[in-house]
């Protein structure tokens, strides 16, 4: 028996088995998982009908035929839990590994957790060893350990590789721990479990298994993935709340299986366990597509096709998935499917792919050459000492290798072992604390500076800035394009009704207010449902607009006068045919779930903003959706108090593809009807194509679009009894479709949606968020490519683009439309197309450059169709596409499908190598969001799938201006420097350890002691580059923010001229070096008057006390922004050397600690004499950094960097502050530099702003 393949044959199975896996077909191809529509009421009552009696009409055919194709999965239903044994041996298993099975099947507990006791150590290794530097210094203490080859203690390395490895396991332990805590109260929750005799048992979540019948109470979760049987609510629905997979706070409609509606008891289900299966696909990570049937069974047991005798279709409208919350029903019961790892949201638990920055790429080339430095070093030294065996040998017999290789020297062999030596001697040459400083950095930077940044916190919503990774600090200093959704992520998704196209008639333009006419009472006139203020469409209405006014307030509840009492009493005569007809369609076709809240108002749950706006509109106008349940819809008309009941025949539901949505109701008037709304690209290919009123509307659509708003068209069609019972039976059989169900339902919905009538459009307003002109406008002005990725019609992006500041009035549009590319009839007639748009592009730059002068920098902006998009994101096209945009300050692609913002993203990033920031606030970003180096996501409206995917989530669009060109350039310059001063350091240590080479014979010997080789990068220098790495910036926020330019800086950084500032680096280094080892040396090996001079450990001691002085003031004269954390560290780093070497010189007399008797008085003979002083502390300090400091003053004065120039004027205008104090003047303000300033930096400003 395979569990783990998916199969199981019915002969296999064991009596107490509540599954099975079952494949009839020829191929065994697994089914593909499709999505349904909205199961319609009235045909689900009648398949279950047929159910009861055995019947098998042709549409039961068809579908049984589909039935019996591919693998899928059976359930049956059970009241009495099975038995499973399990050995001690499994149980280990399970405990160990975290294999944990009931059954054949998946159980019901589930394990997040990383590790277990026994796979901690070996997992947790194992990851850190895929690192190359650790890896490397694994290596090398391997050699160590070698009797007589290393040069040094295996203390030396394997003590600091420990420290390391130490720190990221106590962090794993910690972040593992939580997730064990959250395991365990998670499966240790309860369920009521429906047994035999009418018992309501409660069980732990982790012993559920498949086939169990469980009873869910409001406001809990749903334990596993479960076939909603019944409810509390008399329509046979629930709602539930899916943030926890989707991030939708929303709730949302559930209808459950007809046959057992009604029923909570165990013994009423036991005539569907006994007499029924649940056929469903095998488990899959979607979300929102669930195909399945319930199958009557003559004989249990028999499988496959000849068990499907009639069938009633489940869809994805009755499952209930683990995670959810139940609310406003009081229970419902279901039957558990998938559990534990199978059920959809653990299989959406994909963990969110690895992002490398531009650092650790640039520092993988740096320690890959710094390695090559070091063996060529290593070579050079160990070739000397070849050298130096040969000329000495006979002559100072006593000083030859005394190690276990004595033969080796001289020879190649012990030329190959000197080379092991010196590798091991200057092994620190790479540092070994360099990537663990930097992660303890970027946590302090994300955790201290960006989650606790008060300006990025919104006090509306009460959301704060949130860092979801803390790997990606320093990308945000070198973004080049920012790609951004629209909706919800530029503006506010709050939306508004406020303008209608009826007839020949655009309603909403005017508003009582403006015309002097009273504003109608029932209505608030800040509104953002405005049209309902249009005295046109009032009177149209029926309705008296002077009465409407002058009446009392009132409210929409059931205990106070309602609205419905405003509206008769202003009631003049019958409404406008055409209004009634497009109002009371946009009252039925949607999914939103009217209800009553606690104060007695009605208030609308809505998956989309634009059907909550469109209904909330139609309500105010006086066709309120009053209930929906999923046999019937009922419309209260308020101005006469009549409810209109509609029966549902089907539902269509709106996706990405078909972008539409329609209903099938039977009328109040018998009358069969199709209400649809959509795009007005699919409603418009689908109407009559005579109306009369088509060209009106289409007019009306533009001016809609122009002035930026979202637009819908809407239609409908009445069709004959025939004609619908001829469509029923289609549909029917490609609901209970097992294969190809998508493709099946979708010709269905096609058959019935064609030859509407057109009923008018709508437009809905939704608002920028407040500073997105003034933060697309900064980023542009740093040279970063602001694209905008939109599915709104052409106009109403343009429209946006130019309220948002990304479109400028005197910019040229350049616009690639889908008609352009109608006339290429291969892949070189759309290569010619790009050709001359992008002859375009440059002709109107050409223009706008005559106009405004060279320097203006690109003026042109592109407006890309998502049918054109669509054609050439082709990769014989992706090239010329990208250089075609690349040469425009700004790009809006409109139409375009989620699909399609992941595929530009990509390509951005493969064609220009850029670093792109992808920014969105819904579900449909989530792809886009991922695919981007950097994601952001906006915790909006539309849920919180965006904000889970992200690398970083804040509220507001305008907060990403701040992110990127505050703290990303910050976190770049630091990083680096953090980076080149790692190497710096180290560097010269090793290169004091190489010149003490040259003086010993080359003989791979070091110059300090253990304790003091161990604790270089600890004790020493540790402190202080965490503190600038977490405190230095080198100008005000207020200077950094008004000067957008300063981020070129960063942007346009490249990995050559990280190298070569590295370089330089090392240059300064090698200097140090010199002048730390020579001075002392010579100095402290000359004889004193007693003809005596120092030995090699108080020499030692004297070097290493220049290294951590000269290195410690280093990063001082790096430092600009001082507080009282760095004085403490760069001070208290140098301090404690003195006691650390003068304890260290005093345990000699410790026997464990006898290798340490060469420090033996040490401390006390260094101190007591001046030449220590003068040239380890002053000498030796002073002349190696005074190249830094003229260097920096010549740089300064004769090539200053732009923000150089800023740090004067900084430095300049406190300075005039201070004397204006000190003569009792008043000064202005401290503010943002002149752009004087900012001019002097036009160069670079240009350069950067043409290579993004």
């Known amino acids: 028996m395979e569990a783990e393949s998916g199969r199981l044959s019915s002969t296999d199975a064991s009596p107490g088995a509540a599954v099975q896996l079952v494949n009839t077909g020829a191929n065994g191809a697994k089914l593909p998982s499709s999505s349904s529509a909205h199961q319609p009421g009235a045909a689900a009552a009648a398949a279950a009908d047929q159910l009861d009696g055995g019947k098998q009409d042709a549409a039961a055919a068809a579908a049984s035929a589909a039935a019996g194709l591919g693998e899928f999965r059976e359930v049956h239903a059970h009241t009495v839990k099975p038995l499973v044994r399990k050995n001690i041996l499994v149980r280990a298993a399970e405990a160990a590994f975290g294999c944990v099975r009931h059954g054949e099947f998946a159980s019901n507990e589930v394990r997040t957790a990383k590790y277990t006791v026994l796979t901690f150590l070996p997992v947790n290794l194992f990851e850190q060893f895929m690192r190359v530097a650790n890896l490397y210094f694994l290596i090398t203490a391997i050699l160590q350990l070698i009797p007589g080859l290393a040069p040094t203690s295996w203390f030396t390395t394997v003590a600091p590789l420990v420290i390391v490895l130490c720190i990221n396991a106590i962090k794993e332990i910690v972040d593992d721990y939580y997730r064990h805590q959250s395991d365990k109260d998670v499966n ?35 334990p596993a993935d479960v076939v909603f049987l019944s409810s509390s609510d008399a329509a046979n629905i629930c709602y539930v709340e899916t943030a926890n997979l989707d991030g939708e706070t929303n709730l949302k409609l559930k209808s459950c299986f007809p046959r057992t509606a009604g029923k909570h008891m165990a013994d009423e289900f036991q005539e569907f366990a006994q007499d029924y299966t649940v056929r469903c696909e095998l488990p899959n990570p979607q979300l929102y597509k669930f195909d399945g049937a319930v199958v009557r069974r003559t004989d249990p047991r028999v499988t496959g096709a000849s068990s499907a005798a009639s069938q009633l279709p489940l869809t994805a409208d009755q499952l209930l998935l683990r995670g959810c919350t139940l609310r406003k029903t009081d229970w419902v019961v279901g039957l558990v499917v ?88 200057l092994n620190g040459v790479i540092p070994i604390s360099l990537y663990v400083t930097l992660e303890v950095v970027k946590v302090f930077q ?43 992520t530029l503006t506010q998704n709050v939306m508004g009704f406020v303008w209608m196209s009826a007839g020949d008639t655009i309603y909403g333009k005017k508003s009582c207010k403006s015309l002097g006419l009273p504003t109608p009472s029932h209505i608030d006139e800040a509104t953002p449902h405005s049209l309902a203020l249009d005295p046109d469409l009032i009177r149209g209405l029926g309705l008296d607009v002077g009465v409407l006014g002058q009446q009392p307030p009132s409210k929409s509840n059931k205990s106070m006068r309602g609205h419905g009492a405003v509206l008769r009493a202003a009631a003049t005569g019958p409404p406008h045919p ?171 919905s096609e058959a019935i949606e064609r030859d509407m009538e057109l009923l008018g459009a709508t437009a809905v307003e ?72 992008q002859e375009e592009v440059h002709m109107e730059q050409t223009r706008l450059q005559a106009v405004h ?92 799938a965006a904000v889970m995917a992200s690398d970083y989530a804040f509220a507001q669009f305008k907060y990403v201006a701040r992110l990127v060109l505050l703290h990303g350039r910050a976190a770049y310059k630091r990083n680096t420097e953090v980076v080149w001063y790692a190497f710096y350091k180290n560097w010269i240590y090793n290169m004091v350890l190489m010149y003490f080479g040259f003086v010993t014979g080359f003989s791979s010997q070091p110059l300090f002691t253990t304790g003091l080789i161990a604790v270089f990068n600890v004790f020493f220098t540790a402190a202080p580059t965490v503190a600038f790495a977490v405190l230095e910036q080198d100008l005000s926020m207020s200077t950094i923010l008004s000067t957008p330019q300063l981020y070129c800086e960063t942007m346009s950084a490249t990995r050559r001229q990280f190298l070569l500032e590295q370089l330089w680096w090392l240059v300064l280094a090698s200097f ?112 190696s950094l005074l190249p830094d400091i ?59 702003s043409e290579q993004a």
Not at 462 to 481: A, H, I, K, M, S
């Open 446 to 488: 994300s955790k201290m500076l960006l989650d606790m940044d008060r300006q990025m916190y919104h006090s509306d919503t009460d959301t704060p800035f949130t860092c979801r990774t803390t790997n990606l600090n320093e990308d945000l200093g070198q973004v080049q394009y920012v790609l951004t959704d629209k909706t919800g």
């Open 766 to 837: 939704d608002k920028l968020q407040d500073g997105v002109p003034e933060a697309i406008q900064a980023m542009l002005d740093a040279g970063i490519g602001v694209w905008v990725l939109t599915g709104d019609k052409v106009e109403t992006a343009i429209s946006i683009a130019l309220s948002c500041r990304l479109f400028s009035e005197e910019m040229a549009l350049v616009e690639l439309r889908e008609r352009d590319l109608e006339g290429a009839a291969d892949a070189a007639d759309e290569a010619a197309i790009l050709r001359s748009k």
């Open 188 to 222: 240790g929750r309860t369920v009521l479990v429906l047994e035999e005799g009418g018992r309501e048992t409660a069980v732990a979540w982790r012993d559920l298994a498949v086939g169990d019948i469980v009873k869910v109470v409001n406001d809990t979760e749903i």
């Open 1072 to 1183: 140090h070096s010199l002048c730390i080892f020579f001075l002392p040396v010579y100095s402290m090996t000359t004889p004193g008057k007693d003809g005596l001079f120092e030995d090699w450990a108080m020499v030692g001691a004297t070097v290493y006390t220049g290294i951590v002085v000269t290195v410690n003031l280093k990063l001082a004269l790096r430092t600009r922004y001082w507080t009282w954390v760095n004085h403490v560290c760069i001070w208290l780093s140098i301090a404690i050397w003195w006691p650390y070497v003068i304890g260290y010189s005093a345990v000699f007399q410790v026997k464990a600690m006898s290798s340490v008797a060469d420090m033996a008085g040490v401390a006390l003979g260094m101190m007591s004499g001046p030449r220590f002083w003068l040239t380890a502390v002053v000498l030796a300090p002073c002349m």
């Open 853 to 944: 002068g060279d320097s203006c920098g690109p003026m042109v902006g592109l407006v890309v169709e998502g049918g054109a998009l669509a054609r050439l994101l082709q990769p014989h096209h992706s090239a010329q596409l990208v250089d075609l945009c690349s040469g425009c300050r700004s790009v809006v692609c409109c139409r375009v499908s989620p699909m399609q913002k992941a595929l530009v993203v990509k390509l951005v990033q493969r064609e220009r190598k850029a670093i792109v920031l992808g920014i969105g606030d819904g579900a449909n970003d989530v792809s886009m969001i991922q695919a981007a180096h950097i994601g952001c996501g906006i915790s909006g409206r539309e849920g919180r």
């Open 578 to 748: 055409e209004l009634e007809r497009l109002l009371l369609s946009l009252a039925l076709c949607n999914t939103v779930v009217p209800a009553i809240s606690e104060e007695g108002h009605f208030v609308y749950q809505a998956s989309s903003p634009d059907e909550e706006a469109l209904v909330t509109g139609a309500a105010f106008l006086g066709y309120r959706l009053y209930s929906r349940s999923q046999e019937r819809v009922v419309v209260e008309v308020l101005r006469s108090g009549e409810m209109l009941e509609f029966e549902v025949l089907a539902v269509l539901e709106f996706n990405a593809d078909r972008k539409r949505m329609s209903l099938l109701a039977r009328c109040p008037d018998g009358r069969i009807r199709l209400f649809c709304k959509g795009a007005d690209t699919m409603i418009m290919a689908r109407i009559t194509p005579t109306q009369p009123r088509t060209t009106n509307v289409r007019m009306h659509l533009e001016e809609m679009a122009l002035s930026g708003y979202r637009t819908l068209c809407v239609a409908e069609k009445e069709l004959s009894e025939a004609a619908y019972r001829k469509w029923e039976a289609q549909y029917q059989a490609a609901c209970v479709a097992m294969r190809d169900r998508d493709a099946k339902v979708a010709d269905a």
């Open 338 to 425: 998938y559990t534990g790892v199978e059920s959809k949201i653990m299989m959406n638990r994909t963990p969110a792919p690895r992002k490398v920055t531009q650092l650790e790429r640039h520092m993988n080339v740096l320690v890959l050459s710094m390695f090559l430095v070091l063996f060529g070093m290593a070579a050079l030294m160990s070739m000397g000492e070849q050298l130096w065996q040969r000329a000495h040998a006979h002559k100072d017999w006593y000083l030859a290798f005394q190690g276990k290789y004595p033969d080796y020297f001289p020879s190649f062999k012990g030329w190959v072992l000197g080379v092991i030596r010196w590798v091991i001697l």
């Open 1190 to 1248: 003229t260097h920096t003053a010549f740089q300064r004065y004769f090539a200053p960097k732009l923000f150089q120039l800023y740090q004067e004027e900084e430095h300049q205008r406190e300075v005039d502050a201070e004397v204006f104090r000190k003569l009792g003047l008043s000064a202005a303000p401290l503010g943002p530099p002149p752009s004087s300033v900012a001019s002097a930096g036009g160069g670079v400003v240009e350069s950067c």
